[in-house]
Structures are given as structure tokens and as C-alpha cells.
């Protein structure tokens, strides 16, 4: 079955400093994964996907198969990044299974 | 707003009170889904439809859950005989297809008390 995991609830970081969200997946063929972000007050939206590779508001992602890890960077954190981010992966239905979740304050 | 719309946006009932929620998904998308978030929790799968055929369903939806797509356009969430434990955010997503980004409603904030 597909699983992610998210292994930090909570992540702090300083206006300008770079971040990094952590995920890591268990899935035994070529998994789709995802990251979608939930800003305060507002929806779940997509915020990249890995076929994709491509960058979205200075964030990407990359697929590392041999450490089963798609990590969501950003080199310079905005304060308008504070939200919480999910990494999720794609079931066979197009149903996404999500992980629990980081939490992302900058701090200005 | 054409985006997905779930209603009500929150819902306060007693335990043993039975629940009905709605979501209208984005007009031309033929899967619907439904998830269950939880404090502290991502979303959690709970069933999805492809027009009006409901076609997977998780070990979560116990048989007081039920969903419904009869036309192939809204579709309805009901709890019957609510449980302190069905307290949760209720979120619809919609998409054109496979493989296709899925669009989120705002959710149905649901506290049984």
C-alpha cells in the first residue's frame, strides 16, 4: 500500500533562510507523489507534483528513489510560505493518500 | 466562486443525531471524492465516485456512513447515529479525471456533542 510520511509536525524557520519539508514514501512501483499546501482560512490546493518538475512560488521537489524521499525546498522562505504542506501520493482511483502534515512558520 | 462548494460549513449535532452534508463538485468533473480530516491528522480517503458509480470505499466508511451520486453531479455524506469519534472536517475534492489535479472544497466542520 502507498504511504507517506511527514517525520516534522512543526518547522520554524527565519525569513530568508532556506527550508526544507521533509517526505518519505513506501511504494513498490513508480509512485505519483505531490505536495499541497493549506494557507490559513483557505482551501487545500495543489502546490506541485513530481511529473511535473517544475517550480511553484521558488519551491521544488525532487524524487530521490534511493532514499524513497520527495523533500520540498525552498532557498529563501518568505513569511508569506507559513502554512501547513502535505506530501501525498496518487491510488490507482486518482485518490490521494496524504501524510499528517508540517506545519511551516517564517518568522520575520 | 466555481469552485467546489460544500455545504453546511459546519454542523454542531447531538450523539445518536443523524447528518447529511453536501458537496457540489466543479461542473464538467467526473470523479468526486470524499475525505475525513482529523486534528493533527492529512486528509483520510473515504470514498470516491466516477459519474454517479461509487467505486471504492475505505475500511474507515463504517455502515453508518453513506455517500450517494445520483446524477452524477452533487453528492451527499450522511452519518447515521452520530459517534463523539465522527467529529472531523469532512472535505470533497473533484477532478476531470485520471491522473488530473483534484480540486478541494473548503470543508464541513462537523462537532457531535
Known amino acids: 500500500a502507498q504511504r507517506v510520511t511527514q517525520p516534522e509536525k512543526l518547522l520554524s524557520v527565519f525569513k530568508g533562510a532556506p527550508v526544507e519539508l521533509k517526505c518519505n514514501y513506501s511504494?513498490?512501483?513508480?509512485?505519483?507523489l505531490f505536495w499541497y499546501v493549506q494557507y490559513s482560512r483557505q482551501r487545500l490546493q495543489l502546490l506541485l507534483r513530481h511529473i511535473s518538475r517544475e517550480s511553484i512560488k521558488g519551491f521544488t521537489a525532487d524524487l530521490n528513489k534511493g532514499e524513497t524521499s520527495f523533500h520540498l525546498k525552498k532557498p529563501f522562505a518568505q513569511e508569506e510560505d507559513s502554512a501547513m504542506y502535505y506530501c501525498a501520493t496518487l491510488g490507482a482511483g486518482n485518490q490521494f493518500y496524504f501524510g499528517t502534515g508540517t506545519s511551516l512558520t517564517v518568522i520575520p | 466562486d466555481t469552485g467546489v462548494s460544500q455545504d453546511p460549513r459546519h454542523k454542531i449535532t447531538k450523539r445518536g443525531q443523524n447528518v447529511t452534508f453536501r458537496c457540489d463538485p466543479i461542473?464538467?468533473?467526473?470523479?468526486l471524492y470524499w475525505y475525513r480530516q482529523t486534528l493533527g491528522q492529512g486528509p483520510e480517503f473515504l470514498t470516491y465516485f466516477q459519474n454517479e458509480a461509487q467505486l471504492e470505499k475505505s475500511r474507515l466508511l463504517s455502515d453508518r456512513f453513506s455517500a450517494e451520486r445520483p446524477k452524477g453531479s452533487f453528492s451527499t455524506l450522511e452519518i447515521q447515529r452520530t459517534e463523539q469519534g465522527d467529529s472531523a472536517m469532512y472535505l470533497c475534492a473533484s477532478s476531470l479525471g485520471v491522473n488530473t489535479e483534484a480540486f478541494f472544497g473548503q470543508g464541513t466542520r462537523l462537532t457531535v456533542v
Open positions: 461542473s464538467e468533473h467526473n470523479r
Open positions: 511504494y513498490s512501483g513508480s509512485p505519483e
